[in-house]
C-alpha cells in the first residue's frame, strides 16, 4: 500500500497540540510476509518554564499480514530541560502494551515501561527554535 504521514499541528491556548496519522509497511524479524502497519498518535507539548518542557500523549498502532494482527496501545510522557543555550537534558517514560502476535495466537498480552534519560548536545539552530 501506498506509505501515508499526515500531522496537524495547533496551539490550544500555551498548550501546542499535534495529530498524526501513518500508514506504511513494513517488516519484522522471523517474519516472512510484508506488513501493512496503521497508526496514530497526538502529542501536547507545554512549556513549563523559560527552559522547560512537558510533552506527551496516547498512540495507537495496529500491524496486519494476510492472518495475524498485533495491536500497541501506547502512552508516554517527556520533560525537557535546556541546561545552557547548546545543551538539553531530557527525562522520558513509555509504557506500551501489545495485543496479539504476529507470529500466531497470543498467549497473553505484552507490556513494556521504558525509562530513558539522555543529555544532548549541539549548535543552537538544530534545536527547534525554542
Known amino acids: 500500500g501506498p506509505e501515508v504521514w499526515l500531522g496537524v499541528r495547533g496551539h490550544l491556548g500555551h498548550v501546542g497540540v499535534t495529530f498524526e496519522y501513518t500508514q506504511t509497511e513494513a517488516t519484522a524479524v522471523a517474519h516472512l510476509a510484508r506488513l501493512d502497519v496503521q497508526g496514530v498518535s497526538v502529542t ?14 496516547p498512540a495507537i498502532f495496529a500491524s496486519r499480514d494476510r492472518r495475524t494482527e498485533a495491536i500497541v496501545y501506547r502512552a ?55
Open 44 to 57: 501536547l507539548h507545554r512549556p513549563l518554564h523559560r527552559n522547560v518542557w512537558l510533552s506527551g500523549g
Open 76 to 130: 508516554g510522557a517527556e520533560l525537557e530541560w535546556r541546561l545552557v543555550p547548546r545543551v538539553t537534558l531530557t527525562g522520558s517514560y513509555q509504557w506500551s502494551l501489545q495485543e496479539g502476535s504476529l507470529a500466531g495466537p497470543a498467549l497473553q498480552d505484552i507490556p513494556h515501561n521504558t525509562f530513558a534519560l539522555k543529555l544532548a548536545a549541539g549548535s543552537a539552530s538544530r534545536q527547534g527554535g525554542r
